[in-house]
C-alpha cells in the first residue's frame, strides 16, 4: 500500500487522503472539505505567487459555472482549520483585487498523491481526534514566528529573538539532539493556552506551590511604574498584589517554599532592594540589599530562610549567593567554582536535595550541584542561551527554554537522555517557564515582537528615517566604515537570512544566500568594505562565515577553537580576532595568523571586542563587569579605559568612533543616548540623547566610520503575556 500523502504547512500536517488538517502545536485536528484541499494544493504549487482568483476557480471547478462564493467558503475553510487570521495572516494572504498567496512554508512528509482525490466530502467542520504526528520533514522547514529571540543579551529580557527553523535534525547538529522516537508522541500531549493577556507586558510568571495561583509583573501606566498581580490560574481576572509608590518597579515574584510568602525585587531612584509579603495581602517588607545592578531571577532555600540570587562576582570567584532573611547580609555559597565562571538562574530541586543554576550567558549550559555546596556537574551540552528554566515536582528533570534557529522548551531527564522538544509555541516566543513545585502545571511568559530598522543623526538633529522597511522582525544592522552599505538580519523573506543595501539606494536591497546568521552581533565589515564577518549556524554548531560583498559568496572559515560568537578584522591581513568558547560558558579572544590558523595570543574573558584602525588598539567588555578595556593588537597590555560605562547589561551598546569610543546604551531620562566613554571624559562629557523613550534592541546598533549616522532596530510592536499548560500526563508516566 503506497504511504498516504502527508504535506506540513506552516505548524500542520494535513492527511489529505483524510482530509485532517492536525496541528503540531496541541494535536487537534479538524476535517476539511475536499474543494478546499484542491484549492490549498493550487497555492502549494504556487507557493510564494499570487494565484488569481480566476485561475483558482478554472483549476478547481473546471468545465463549471462557480460563483466566486464557493472559493471564498474554501478560504475560509482553510484559514479556520489553521487558525489563521484574515487581518494578520500567517498562511493565507489576500491580496486586494489580484488573489490568493500562501505564506507559511511547506514540504511533503510522503509522496504526493494525485491532484484533487482527496476523500469524498463529509461534514467539514467537525473536529476529529488528534492524528499520530508523522515523521518530521527532510527539508527544513521555516516558520514566520522568529518574533522569539533572542537575542538579544542574555541580562536583558526585551526580547526573545530567533528565526524559526524547525527541523528537528538541526538542533541535533547544533548540539540539541532530536528527541528518541517515542519523545514527540509523549510530548505532543501538551496543550497551550494563553491565561493573561492584555495590552501591557506580563513577565517574570512564578506559580504557587500548589498551582492554583499566580504571580507576575506588569507596567502600570498611570503611576509610570510596574506591580506584581495575583490572578487564579483557572480565571483570567488579575489583582494588584504590590503597591509600589510612583516609579518604583516591582519585578521578579518567587513563592516561598510552603506558598505563605512572596518575594520580589523594588527598584527606584533610593535604590534596589529584595522585598517580602504575605502571600494572602499586607504591606512589603524590606528583606535585603540588591547585591548587583543586574538582578536576575532568584529562588528560597527549601527551608524559607534565604533567597539564593547569581550573576555576582567577589574575589574568591564565586557567583552564587544567598541573603539570609535574619541578618540580612549576604554570604557566598561554599562551591567548586572557576573564578570567570557566570553562574545564574539559580533553583533548588522539589526535594530538596539539588542546587541547579546556568552557568555561562550566549554560551550557557544547565548545572547541578548538592543543595548544601560542593562539585557541580553539567546536564547539558548545548552552548545556548538558555531563557530561564524550571524543576518537574518530583525533581526527575528540568524544562527549559532555549534560543537555537527558534525559541522553543525543552525537557530533559536527570537520569540520561537527549532534551526533548515540546510542542512549538504558535504565534510567540516561550521563555522563562516555571512549574509548580507541588502540581504538574507549568507557565512561561508568550513574547511577540516586531522591529523595524531606523537611523538618526548623531547631532540629534531630525527625527528617525525608516530604513528598508518590511513587516517582519529586522536586526543587527552593521553599517559599513564609508556608511554607503548595511548589512543586518531579518525574516522578511520567513527565512533568517543576511540582508545587504545600500540605504541611499533601497532598491539594491538583496538576500544573501547560504547562510543561517545568528543575529547575536552585527556583522563586522573589512575596513574597505569589501568583506563581511557573520556567525552562522553550520554542521556541529555555530561557525564563523565570511561573506565576499558584491558577489555575496559566502565562505566557512576553519576556526580551530569551538563555537565562535564574534569575530574582528585587524589592520593586518594575516591576522583576524575570534571570540570562542573558553569552557563553561566563559569566552575568550583569540588572535589567530592567517592562512595557517596559528594561534598568536589570548584574553580570557572577554563578552565582545572590536578593533579601533584609529587608535590601532582594540577594546573590549567583560561579562557581569562594568567598564571598557583596550589593548594592544598583540593583547599584551591590557588597560581599563571606563570604569562606569557599559554595564554589564548593556555589553554590546557601544562603537568606536574615529578613535574615541561611543556608549549608545540607556542613562538616566534617555533610553538611548550618544556618550563619548573614558574615565578622562567623566567630567563635562558632552552627551546627547538619541531616542528619549525607546531603546534599542540589545545588539542592535551600528555607526558609520565618521560618526554621523546612527542606525538602530527598534521595536514597532512588543507584547508579553502569559501562557499555562498541564503537565499531568508526564505525572502518570513518572508514576
Not at 192 to 214: F, N
Not at 494 to 521: D, E, M, N, S, Y
Not at 669 to 698: E, F, K, M, V, Y
Request: glycine residues 10%.
Amino acid at each position: 500500500m503506497p504511504a498516504r500523502a502527508i504535506l506540513r504547512v506552516g505548524d500542520h500536517d494535513i492527511d489529505l487522503d483524510r482530509r485532517n488538517v492536525v496541528s503540531r502545536i496541541d494535536g487537534g485536528s479538524r476535517r476539511v472539505t475536499r474543494k478546499s484541499l484542491q484549492v490549498l494544493r493550487v497555492l502549494v504549487d504556487e507557493a510564494g505567487n499570487v494565484v488569481s482568483r480566476e485561475t483558482l476557480l478554472a483549476r478547481v471547478w473546471p468545465d463549471t459555472l462557480p460563483t466566486d462564493d464557493v472559493l471564498t467558503q474554501a478560504i475560509a475553510l482553510l484559514r479556520k482549520a489553521f487558525g489563521d487570521d484574515r487581518g494578520a495572516p500567517r498562511y493565507i494572504e489576500t491580496i486586494a483585487r489580484g488573489g490568493y498567496r500562501l505564506l507559511a512554508a511547506h514540504a511533503w512528509l510522503a509522496a504526493p498523491a494525485a491532484v484533487a482525490d482527496p476523500a469524498p466530502d463529509v461534514v467539514p467542520d467537525t473536529p476529529v481526534a488528534a492524528a499520530a504526528d508523522p515523521a518530521p520533514a527532510a527539508p527544513a522547514i521555516v516558520r514566520r514566528a522568529w518574533r522569539r529571540w533572542w537575542p538579544l543579551a542574555a541580562a536583558v529580557a526585551l526580547l526573545a529573538v530567533a528565526l524559526a527553523l524547525l527541523l528537528p535534525a538541526r538542533f541535533a547538529r547544533n548540539g540539541v539532539p532530536a528527541a528518541a522516537a517515542a519523545g514527540p508522541a509523549r510530548e505532543a500531549s501538551l496543550q497551550y493556552r494563553a491565561i493573561v493577556s492584555s495590552p501591557e507586558q506580563e513577565t517574570a510568571p512564578r506559580l504557587s506551590p500548589d498551582g492554583t495561583q499566580l504571580v507576575f509583573a506588569r507596567q502600570d501606566p498611570p503611576a509610570g511604574g510596574q506591580r506584581l498581580y495575583l490572578q487564579r490560574t483557572s480565571q483570567a481576572s488579575a489583582q494588584p498584589f504590590t503597591f509600589p509608590a510612583g516609579g518604583e518597579q516591582d519585578s521578579l515574584p518567587a513563592w516561598s517554599r510552603d506558598g505563605r510568602q512572596i518575594a520580589f525585587v523594588r527598584r527606584s531612584g533610593h535604590g534596589c532592594h529584595f522585598m517580602l509579603a504575605a502571600a494572602d495581602g499586607g504591606n512589603a517588607r524590606v528583606a535585603g540589599p540588591c547585591a548587583g545592578r543586574d538582578t536576575q531571577p532568584f529562588d528560597w532555600t527549601p527551608d524559607g530562610g534565604a533567597l539564593v540570587a547569581g550573576g555576582m562576582r567577589t574575589d574568591n570567584g564565586s557567583a552564587l549567593h544567598r541573603l539570609d532573611l535574619a541578618s540580612a547580609r549576604w554570604h557566598a555559597l561554599a562551591y567548586d567554582v572557576d573564578r570567570d565562571a557566570i553562574d545564574s538562574l539559580p533553583r533548588h530541586s522539589p526535594d530538596g536535595r539539588w542546587l541547579g543554576f546556568r552557568r555561562g550567558t550566549t554560551l550557557g549550559d544547565l548545572w547541578l550541584m548538592p543543595a548544601a555546596g560542593g562539585t557541580p556537574r553539567r546536564v547539558t551540552s548545548l552552548r545556548g542561551d538558555i531563557r530561564g528554566w524550571a524543576w518537574l515536582p518530583d525533581s526527575s528533570g528540568i524544562v527549559f527554554s532555549l534560543v537555537k534557529e527558534e525559541v522553543r522548551l525543552f525537557r530533559v531527564d536527570l537520569a540520561g537522555g537527549a532534551p526533548v522538544p515540546l510542542p512549538v509555541l504558535a504565534g510567540g516566543n516561550p521563555t522563562y517557564p516555571d512549574i509548580a513545585a507541588g502540581h504538574w502545571s507549568m507557565v512561561f511568559e508568550i513574547d511577540r515582537l516586531r522591529s523595524g530598522m531606523f537611523r538618526f543623526r548623531t547631532d540629534g538633529s531630525g527625527g528617525g528615517e525608516p530604513v528598508f522597511a518590511s513587516s517582519g522582525v529586522d536586526l543587527t544592522p552593521g553599517i559599513s566604515a564609508d556608511g554607503s552599505t548595511l548589512a543586518f538580519v531579518s525574516d522578511r523573506s520567513l527565512h533568517a537570512q543576511l540582508w545587504i543595501g545600500q540605504p541611499a539606494h533601497p532598491q539594491t536591497l538583496r538576500a544573501v544566500a547560504g547562510l543561517v546568521p545568528v543575529p547575536r552581533h552585527p556583522p563586522v565589515w573589512s575596513g574597505d568594505g569589501r568583506r563581511l564577518l557573520v556567525i552562522g549556524r553550520g554542521d556541529g554548531g555555530d561557525r564563523l562565515f565570511e561573506v565576499e560583498v558584491g558577489s555575496d559568496t559566502v565562505k566557512p572559515l576553519p576556526v580551530p577553537a569551538p563555537s565562535p560568537a564574534f569575530a574582528a578584522y585587524t589592520e593586518r591581513a594575516d591576522r583576524l580576532l575570534v571570540g570562542t568558547d573558553a569552557g563553561q560558558g566563559r569566552l575568550q579572544l583569540m588572535l589567530y595568523s592567517l592562512p595557517d590558523w596559528r594561534r598568536i595570543a589570548s584574553l580570557d574573558d572577554v563578552a565582545v571586542a572590536r578593533h579601533d584602525p584609529v587608535g590601532r588598539r582594540l577594546c573590549f567588555t567583560r561579562p557581569a563587569r562594568t567598564g571598557l578595556w583596550c589593548t594592544d593588537l598583540q593583547l599584551q597590555s591590557v588597560v581599563q579605559y571606563d570604569t562606569r560605562l557599559p554595564d554589564a547589561a548593556h555589553y554590546r551598546e557601544w562603537s568606536i568612533v574615529a578613535g574615541t569610543p561611543y556608549y549608545t546604551g540607556p542613562t538616566d531620562g534617555c533610553r538611548t543616548a550618544w556618550l563619548p566613554l573614558g574615565d578622562t571624559h567623566a567630567a563635562g562629557s558632552p552627551r546627547r540623547c538619541l531616542i528619549a523613550t525607546q531603546a534599542t534592541l540589545p545588539g542592535s546598533s551600528s555607526i558609520d566610520g565618521e560618526g554621523r549616522w546612527f542606525y538602530a532596530s527598534l521595536s514597532l510592536e512588543h507584547n508579553i503575556d502569559v501562557g499555562w499548560t498541564s503537565l499531568q500526563a508526564w505525572a502518570t508516566t513518572a508514576r
